[in-house]
């Protein structure tokens, strides 16, 4: 004991008080929020600046972002509405990170699943709706696991970078879906935009009870908190964070890597061509050109800003959901281009980036701090 | 001649030392000697060079003997500027110079070839040499510059292409174009480290022969570092050996023999037993079989092919050999991160793949070398990185399959109760466990692969860079697990490791087993000549 309290720095067999202990907790999660929302508050600020610069006003810019994206029921619908394929998008990039891999191909993965989806129905005409739909649903998932799970492949085995393969395959899916939409799946009837047949109006999916937004709000949730799960409190995802950590430490414990690489992007993308599937039952109802929507890259911010936790990604998302929501109103009533909200959004994608290496540096948040006792701390000052 | 004072050799300039040297010296041409006096470096209270005195004729081609750790690399160093030496001076031609970088070498005419190719792969052989001068002009005159080269080559004994890229050289080229770039830098005293460990025995006789010839005729002197004897009596004119930073002996080479340079390598050495080691099972089962076994690591030069190696039960088998000559590659194939190419290895009576189920139920333990680097996940708790191993064990039983839900109370508690039974030094079980010190690193892996009963153990340098402490209590565990019965493979670089924990000892060289003897009638000389690459006393080169 003589020998604790001279190194409590270094003491392991008596821990703290469960008050102190609670307090150390909180510190160390404290940091996982204030860090990225201090990015987020910097990139806000900058973009201020570059409005300021245009001669706009910053105030009435996050004014019309409340009032487009959550100030009325109306926008807040409208906010879910764009945050429902954020959520699978952005657990595409989220599930690899736990192998410490960077996929940023979601955007290949929805525009497939959505024609995947399309392309099916004419087939499952017959089929009750409850069957129907989680074929389309699984029709989709298998086209985004093939695509992304070959890009885990290509990593696992053959050393192939799975950010770039990632982007060029997204690229190889949209130009495929244009060709089948321009082409074999093409409803002769859509002149101006083709697209698709529409799909049967049974096998639309509707909204969710008490709302206007569909179910692919619903189910984007869910899973997030399974993914969270499956992250968590699985054995699999506890080898798969293993292995992201540092492979060697995988290989020597026997674990199987390349399975795992393989699994894990293959879910990825399933999960993205979820967002598709929605896209095309519960939006547009064929598909077309407008899949390609870019939810697959702002899915990428979504799960960079919420540190690649699957809970979290589902408030961020609702945040940029909301964010893009309101473009259209700042396109009208300040007379900025389309493409200002997409300023903001590299802005904070560069913030949260940097943001990164913070983490670790501010002695606030060092549990440390916090576990020790008052009466222990002036002992410790002497000593260091 | 008395030493510059430190403090007067740190504060001058080399710029200010340079034109006059550089002009005095002007046109520089034929070989120079190199002279260190009372070279000691010392890092901390550490002293990797002790008093080093050393002469090397103009001329000359010089070997540089030693163990792993004997300082020679050092030595070099402090030669070429790399490290400011903590006492002693350096004299090239006979004048003593403050040699403060590696630039300043170059310039007296110091040239170095290191282990590891440092030319530009993309580049061709003509493009290697002109921008390695330290003045390049901004736009090279290409056809000048060819002339020049020609003209170069033409008085170079070397052959070589310099069209061509050097990725597409062979080893054996690439190390020779690494030897003509000194020539180019119009080096005159030619230091190599370690020249023909990436080269075939037919390369480097070649190269080493063209280089004695060129100190022959005085255009040259060369300082080589070597582990290998064959190639010092072949073609080194004197040698000096090192051991534990001092020099230990050396002479003319014939007037020594393989006996007398092995003595100066390995000293005096009495074999230091670890307490508590028990007698050994008389007729103990073979745990590890390792047949004919064929391997080789990514880049394809270091070939390993083990015929026959047995570990018992109850028994620790070091391998012992110098720094690169396969045991590295052995260590891999056995943790499943290189693929043998042939033969086999058993481990009890199964074919080993080195599946997770499979080493669970065969109870085999991997202790890889720098546990940080490939035994943790540096970003992950003390807690998590402790269960590694046995996160998703359904009970006891290995045949039964792994569960699917991770347990996080049992992994907290049980890192807590290991934490304290290996008295692990941490703030906390949560706390990353890059924060631990290199020796709590180590006890983490080791309480984490030896809690339960081991079958075989595979260790590589457990104790490389730990303090003194550290490495008495972690060895002291390999032998508590050899005592319970586990088969040990003990693979060191350490030789005084090996001597001390082993009850047999086994010699890797060029990828192969060239010797084993039991640890009761080991001859530390020996086994450093076999360490040297010399197998059969009565061979000679």
């Not at chain 1, 060709?179 to 083709?194: A, Q």
């Not at chain 1, 259209?328 to 007379?335: K, P």
């Not at chain 2, 040698?239 to 020099?247: D, E, I, K, N, Y």
């Amino acid at each position: 004991m003589v020998a604790d309290t001279a190194h409590p720095d270094l003491d392991s067999a008596g821990s703290p008080s469960p008050a102190l202990q609670v307090r150390a907790w909180i510190a160390r999660r404290t940091e996982a929020v204030a860090i990225p929302l201090g990015a987020v508050a910097t990139g806000f600020a900058l973009f201020s600046l570059f409005l300021i610069a245009l001669g706009k006003s910053p105030a009435g810019f996050l004014d019309l972002i409340y009032r487009g994206g959550f100030g009325s029921p109306f926008a807040l619908q409208n906010s879910l509405q764009r945050a429902a394929p954020l959520l699978f998008a952005a657990l595409c990039v989220a599930l690899p990170a736990r192998l410490g891999l960077v996929v940023i191909g979601g955007e290949g993965a929805i525009v497939l699943g959505g024609v995947a989806a399309a392309a099916i129905a004419p087939a499952l005409a017959g089929l009750p709706p409850v069957l129907g739909i989680p074929a389309m649903a699984l029709c989709a998932a298998l086209a985004g696991a093939a695509w992304i799970g070959a890009v885990g492949a290509l990593r696992a085995y053959r050393g192939v970078n799975e950010t770039i393969a990632s982007l060029l395959m997204s690229y190889i899916a949209i130009a495929l879906s244009n060709h089948l939409i321009e082409g074999l799946l093409r409803d002769p009837s859509s002149l101006n935009k083709p697209s698709t047949r529409a799909i049967a109006e049974a096998f639309r999916v509707g909204p969710m009870p008490g709302m206007k937004v569909h179910w692919g709000l619903g189910f984007g949730v869910l899973a997030c908190v399974a993914a969270w799960v499956l992250t968590e409190r699985t054995t699999l995802g506890f080898a798969a964070r293993i292995a992201g950590g540092n492979v060697r430490a995988a290989q020597i414990q026997g674990l199987p890597v390349g399975r795992l690489i393989v699994g894990f992007t293959a879910l990825g993308g399933a999960l993205a061509a979820l967002a598709g599937f929605f896209e095309v039952t519960a939006v547009h109802g064929n598909a077309n050109a407008s899949l390609v929507a870019g939810y697959g890259y702002t899915g990428i911010l979504v799960a960079f800003l919420a540190r690649q936790n699957p809970l979290a990604i589902v408030p961020v998302a609702f945040l940029l959901g909301g964010i893009e929501a309101s473009g259209g109103l700042i396109q009208r009533r300040m007379q900025l281009p389309d493409a200002t909200v997409l300023v903001l959004e590299g802005l904070l994608f560069v913030l949260v980036l940097m943001s990164e290496t913070l983490y670790g540096r501010y002695k606030v948040f060092s549990p440390h701090l916090w576990t020790r006792t008052r009466a222990a701390a002036p002992v410790m000052a002497v000593a260091s | 001649m008395v030493p510059f004072p430190q403090s007067v050799r740190e504060v001058v300039p080399w710029s200010a030392v340079e034109p006059q040297s550089v002009a005095a010296e002007a046109p520089p041409a034929g070989a120079l000697a190199v002279e260190t006096i009372g070279m000691t470096k010392r890092f901390g209270s550490f002293a990797a060079l002790d008093d080093v005195s050393m002469k090397i004729e103009a001329g000359g081609f010089h070997a540089l003997l030693g163990e792993n750790g004997a300082g020679k690399s050092t030595f070099v160093k402090c030669i070429m500027g790399f490290y400011a030496p903590s006492a002693g001076s350096v004299l090239v031609g006979g004048r003593e110079v403050a040699i403060t970088n590696p630039k300043g070498a170059q310039s007296r005419g110091l040239g170095m070839v290191y282990q590891h190719f440092t030319l530009v792969p993309s580049l061709t052989g003509a493009e290697n040499l002109v921008i390695a001068r330290s003045h390049v002009p901004a736009v090279i005159d290409w056809a000048s510059e060819r002339v020049a080269l020609d003209a170069f080559m033409g008085r170079m004994p070397f052959r070589l292409n310099l069209d061509r890229p050097v990725a597409e050289l062979a080893a054996g080229e690439k190390q020779k174009l690494e030897i003509v770039k000194q020539l180019y830098l119009k080096a005159r005293f030619l230091i190599l480290d370690e020249p023909t460990s990436v080269l075939t025995p037919a390369e480097a006789a070649e190269v080493l022969g063209l280089l004695r010839a060129m100190a022959d005729r005085g255009d040259l002197t060369v300082l080589m570092i070597s582990h290998k004897f064959r190639e010092v009596e072949a073609f080194a004119r004197s040698v000096s050996v090192l051991r534990r930073g001092r020099l230990a002996g050396g002479g003319r080479v014939g007037e020594l023999s393989r006996d007398d340079m092995a003595a100066m390598m390995m000293g005096a050495r009495p074999v230091r037993t670890v307490a508590g080691r028990s007698a050994m099972p008389a007729p103990a089962r073979a745990v590890l079989r390792i047949a004919d076994l064929k391997a080789t690591d990514a880049s394809g030069l270091r070939p390993i092919a083990v015929n026959d190696l047995a570990v018992h039960a109850g028994e620790i088998v070091g391998i012992a050999g110098v720094s690169g000559n396969g045991q590295k590659e052995l260590a891999d194939v056995l943790g499943g991160q290189i693929r043998a190419t042939g033969g086999s290895v058993i481990v009890g009576d199964q074919i080993y793949g080195g599946r997770r189920a499979q080493s669970r139920a065969l109870k085999v333990r991997f202790i890889p070398e720098e546990p940080l680097r490939n035994a943790c996940a540096p970003r992950m708790s003390v807690a998590e990185n402790l269960a590694f191993r046995a996160f998703d064990r359904r009970g006891d039983d290995p045949a039964r399959p792994p569960t699917f839900w991770l347990d996080t109370g049992a992994m907290s508690r049980r890192a807590k109760d290991l934490i304290a039974r290996f008295k692990v030094k941490t703030a906390s079980s949560e706390a990353p466990i890059a924060t631990l010190s290199g020796g709590n690193v180590q006890r983490v892996v080791l309480a984490r692969e030896l809690t339960d009963p081991v079958d075989l153990l595979v260790v590589a340098n457990p104790c490389f860079g730990l303090d003194f402490s550290a490495v008495a209590e972690i060895r002291a565990r390999i032998v508590a697990a050899r005592n319970a019965g586990a088969a040990v493979l003990l693979i060191s670089e350490d030789l005084d490791e090996i001597l001390e924990l082993s009850d047999r000892i086994v010699v890797m060289s060029d990828g192969r087993i060239v010797y084993a003897v039991p640890a009761a009638e080991a001859d530390a000389q020996v086994i450093g000549r076999h360490m040297a690459g010399h197998h059969a006393p009565s061979a000679t080169a």
